[in-house]
C-alpha cells in the first residue's frame, strides 16, 4: 500500500532553466494539493487539482508556474526559468474524493536548488 | 483569512518527560478543524493528532493528547514521556469546516523545532 510518491526527491537546476516536479496520489486517491516550505517557514498553499482539473491556484504566482494534473500518469508542479527564490521543499498531498479532505497524506517532497 | 502563530520557535526535553507546544489561531468562523504535523529530519509530514472544533472533547492518540480551548483559540499539544524520536518540526495547521473556495487548503504556523534530550 504505497504512500504518496513525489520524485525526484532533491533537483538542482540553474538560474533560467525548468524544473519539473512530479507526485504520484495515493491508489484510490483523485484529489492532489502541492504545498511550499520555504526555508524556516511553515507550508504555504499552491495549487490543488482534480484528475483534469485545477480547482484552486490562489496560491500559486502568476508567473512562471504552473501545474497538471491528467488523466493518466502523476501530477507535474512546472516551474519554468527558475531563480534562487525558488530554492524550496516542495509537497504533494493526495486525498481521496467525496469531501475526505481531512485525510491529506503527505509525499516525503522535493527539494529544489537553484544555483 | 485564517493565520496560526506558533510563538515558541525551539524547545527542547529531557526524554521520558512531559512538554507543552503552544499554538493561537485567528478566524471568524465557528467551525474548523485543527491539526499538528510532525516533520523529522527525513521532511515526510507526518499527522500527529486532529481535532475537530464541533467537539469539546480534547483528542488524544497515545502519548499525545491536545488542549483546546475554543473561546481563546488555544490548540496546545502535549507530548507525555517524550522518546529521541519525538525529535522533529511540529506544525500546527487549520482548515476551514466550510465548503467553497479555500476550503481545503491546510495554513500552518511556522513550526517548533523540539530536540528530545538523552
Known amino acids: 500500500n504505497a504512500g504518496v510518491m513525489q520524485n525526484p526527491r532533491h533537483l538542482v537546476r540553474r538560474r533560467g532553466q525548468e524544473a519539473r516536479l512530479r507526485c504520484s496520489p495515493m491508489?484510490?486517491?483523485?484529489?492532489v494539493y502541492w504545498y511550499r516550505q520555504l526555508p524556516e517557514e511553515g507550508l504555504k498553499f499552491m495549487v490543488y487539482l482534480q484528475k483534469e482539473n485545477i480547482i484552486d491556484e490562489s496560491g500559486m504566482p502568476k508567473e512562471r508556474f504552473s501545474a497538471e494534473f491528467p488523466k493518466e500518469g502523476p501530477s507535474i508542479l512546472r516551474i519554468q526559468q527558475v531563480v534562487r527564490g525558488d530554492s524550496a521543499a516542495y509537497f504533494c498531498?493526495?486525498?481521496?474524493?467525496?469531501?475526505?479532505?481531512?485525510?491529506?497524506?503527505f509525499g516525503p517532497g522535493t527539494r529544489l536548488t537553484v544555483t | 483569512a485564517q493565520t496560526v502563530t506558533q510563538s515558541q520557535p525551539e524547545m527542547s526535553v529531557q526524554e521520558a518527560e512531559t512538554v507543552t507546544l503552544s499554538c493561537t489561531y485567528d478566524?471568524?468562523?465557528?467551525?474548523?478543524?485543527l491539526f499538528w504535523y510532525k516533520q523529522p529530519p527525513s521532511r515526510q509530514m507526518i499527522l500527529v493528532i486532529r481535532q475537530e472544533a464541533y467537539k469539546q472533547q480534547n483528542a488524544t492518540e497515545n502519548r499525545f493528547s491536545v488542549n483546546f480551548q475554543k473561546a481563546a483559540k488555544s490548540f496546545s499539544l502535549k507530548i507525555s514521556d517524550s522518546q529521541l524520536g519525538d525529535t522533529a518540526m511540529y506544525f500546527c495547521a487549520f482548515m476551514t469546516a466550510y465548503s467553497g473556495a479555500g476550503s481545503y487548503q491546510l495554513t500552518f504556523g511556522k513550526g517548533t523545532k523540539l530536540s528530545v534530550i538523552p
Open positions: 478566524t471568524s468562523e465557528s467551525n474548523y478543524y
Open positions: 498531498a493526495s486525498s481521496p474524493a467525496g469531501g475526505a479532505r481531512l485525510e491529506q497524506y
Open positions: 491508489k484510490g486517491h483523485s484529489h
